[in-house]
């Protein structure tokens, strides 16, 4: 049983008259994600409009926009296409990184454009536990064990995913009793990424060796851990308040590593928007910078953010 509508009454994701944008791949979740709110699109007076990018990595992409394009004149849904530029892998960094910053920067301008309430993706229970391990083999900390968000707000958009609480199994069962076939991505057979590699061997290594309820386990973390990193969070605002740009050396000297580390971080996503790319060597080496460095030194982060140590203040700005 796909649990879309549970999990949408339980955490408040969509609301009577609600204007959602859904990105949909083609494949079995998006697909499903659709379908659902599609159902539930009388019965909630939902708009509906759907967004789609064509990666443009594989020869046959233009398959997918075409098979989109079929469902949303199908269930006479609104649709926005990008194709991306090739020339967009040229830039540094992990290719899985890139292609999803630049789909949520699409998803984000459409959600701004049609001035959607929210931007609804597929993610799902198993896409959880995925993420949980890349996490840990990287290196993490709270943050990053609280896995996806079923809710979020980047950029001013909020992004919700009503399938996290679905697992892989009842999605691929709901298609195959409506006797529906999803349009399947060839290169997510292929161990190229990372996250590949953990579905296709690494979850199967710890469900046949170790704990066959591993992926359940791995969300009941996540759940637990966003609970508590978000309480956290709260705390880390209202500790040492002032310009969130400039931090007073004196008082967060003060606070818990815990809350202080959370207060850097939060400093850091004011200016970029989010924390990636920002990892635990980073905050180490801000704390270094705090306790250790004269007045005037500079930490380099990621994305041309500085942080300058002065007399009586912590400063972040990019250059």
Known sequence: MVRIEETIRKYGLIR???????GVSGGPDSLVLLLKLAYLRSKMCLKLHIAHVNHNLRKDSIADASFVQRWAEKLNIPLSLKKLDPRILKKKGSIEEILREARMDFFIKIAKK??????ALGHNLEDQAETILMRLLRGT??????????????????????????????????????GIKPHIDSTNRQDLFLRNRIRHNLIPLLKKEYNRNIVRGLANLAESASYDYEYLDQIAKRSAKGNILRLNLKKITKLHPSILRLKLRQSIGYIQGNTRRISFTHVKEIEDLIFCRPGGAIVNLPKGICVQKTHAYLRFFKH
């Not at 009577?16 to 859904?22: E, R």
């Open 141 to 178: 900390g709270l943050s990053g064990l609280a896995g996806i968000s079923v809710k979020r707000n980047i950029k001013g958009v909020i992004f919700i995913r009503p399938l996290l609480e679905t697992s892989r199994c009842q999605i691929d069962k709901f298609l195959k009793e409506k």
């Open 16 to 22: 009577n008259g609600d204007k959602v944008l859904i």
């Open 114 to 119: 049609i001035k959607a309430d929210s931007v």
